[in-house]
């Protein structure tokens, strides 16, 4: 499976129905490609303004290091590093930041969530990831 404009969209509307199925409140989520670069975006309505950016940089960070953004937080605080080491002002810690790996492992692309709990931010990338591994995104 690679990843397509349509199955971007899909997605987000999975990632948005659970937001609003389990936690009841509005997120914005980002789509990027293999590279990094955003292929769709979502706001929903009532969903923070500093999430827009946010959302952004949790999934550019999750392909840029290889690993979700709560992985790469743990790394930081692990090795006590500062995030500005890494001389990309693009990247976060926050977590809410996952890779996209078709079903043989294949990275494909990526997704952020902000606007709630960063652990739950987490939840909705982790299930988005889990769809798209299991080529299960209808």
Known sequence: MELTLNTARKLIEKGKEKAGKNFGRPICIAIGDAS????????????????????????YTAIRMGVSTDVFLSRLQQDRLEIS???????????????LKNKSGKI?????VSGLAVS?????TEYIAKL???????
């Open 36 to 59: 990094g670069s955003l292929l769709t975006f979502d706001r929903m309505e009532g969903a923070p303004l500093r999430s827009i950016r946010i959302s952004q940089q949790k999934a």
């Open 108 to 112: 494909i692309g990526c997704v952020g």
């Open 120 to 124: 739950e931010d987490q939840a909705i």
């Open 132 to 138: 798209v591994s299991e080529e299960n995104i209808d």
């Open 85 to 99: 080491y890494y001389c990309d002002p693009g990247l976060t810690a926050l977590p809410g930041g996952n890779l």
